[in-house]
């Protein structure tokens, strides 16, 4: 229990930022637009400049990351088409099984999981966690889009998918970031101060985006939430501990595992929900798992801590 207290104190002042954020859409303090602009920053400006800084002081030839991606690469591909079988048992529409494609195989990474690792390990994780927050980002916005418009009457645009790969501000950080490392890049102070001032802003504007987000999604009725409920365990509990026993004995060391698992267990993210609306998915259900599972990762983050230590 001692354990459990003190990774629930690790996360909650996460939590806490989304809670103001929660009470600022409640009381009609912020309009649904904060999301979109704070988004905007955290996606263009934050996140780029916390990639950014975070490789600036990568030691390439110290570390391999080369399996930490082939290994979660397999972890979202295999979670994507687990919606095959999944659709195929329980009778489900091709709408909810192109949902299930994002469902399964996109937390949270980004938003809420780099700072829950930022605030567990500390700056020397960040790397990893960029790399991580890459790697699903890749997965989600190639084979994710190419299954969904594949079970739709639309034509892959595989032309569409690279263009939109090629202008992702996160990619094109951690691009620019490596090239820093390998070509042993010197920034001018003035820039690296801007860029770490910049980074350092990032984790408390997302996760308050994400709390005014959280309080402008309509309850609904209780019964409506069971499957929503169901989904939430799968993704964030059952599968997380497949992937744990799978690789424990994998060789990864111990925080490249450990964040892995974390990341593995984080919540729906936001940007599946985006994608859901852009290509008319059950937005409805979607919105729900992304509500009921941040709110439920308050204690599952700190029990996945507990297990990994």
Known sequence: MGSFIIALKTVLPLFLIIFAGLIFSKTKAASETWVDILNKYALWIGFPALVIASLMNLEVEGESYLKLILLNSAYIVISMLLAFPVARI?????????????????????????????????????????????????????????????????????????????????????????????????????????????????????????????????????????????????????????????????????????AS?????????VTPYALAVQYKLETTVIARIVVLATSLSIFTIPLWMVVLS
């Not at 408390?204 to 069971?226: D, M, Q, Y």
């Open 90 to 258: 329980f009778k489900l529409s091709k709408r909810m099984r192109s949902s299930l494609f994002l469902v399964f195989s996109f937390g949270n990474v980004a938003y809420l999981g780099i700072p829950v690792l930022f605030n567990a390990f500390g700056t020397e994780v960040l790397p990893t966690a960029a790399i991580l927050s890459a790697v699903y980002l890749f997965w989600l916005l190639t084979l994710g889009i190419i299954l969904i418009e594949s079970n739709s009457e639309k034509e892959i645009d595989i032309k569409k998918i690279g263009l939109n790969l090629a202008k992702n501000p996160l990619l094109i950080s951690i691009f620019i970031g490596l090239l820093i490392v390998f070509f042993n890049l010197e920034l001018p102070v003035i820039f690296e101060e801007t860029i770490i001032l910049f980074s350092d802003s990032v984790t408390a504007v997302v996760l308050f985006s994400l709390g005014i987000f959280l309080g402008f999604n309509k309850i609904g009725h209780p019964k409506e939430w069971i499957q929503v409920f169901i989904f939430a365990v799968l993704t964030m509990l059952v599968l997380p501990f497949i992937y744990y026993l799978s690789i424990k004995q994998a060789g990864l060391d111990s925080m490249q595992f450990d």
């Open 261 to 269: 698992i974390l990341d593995a267990s984080m919540p729906l993210g």
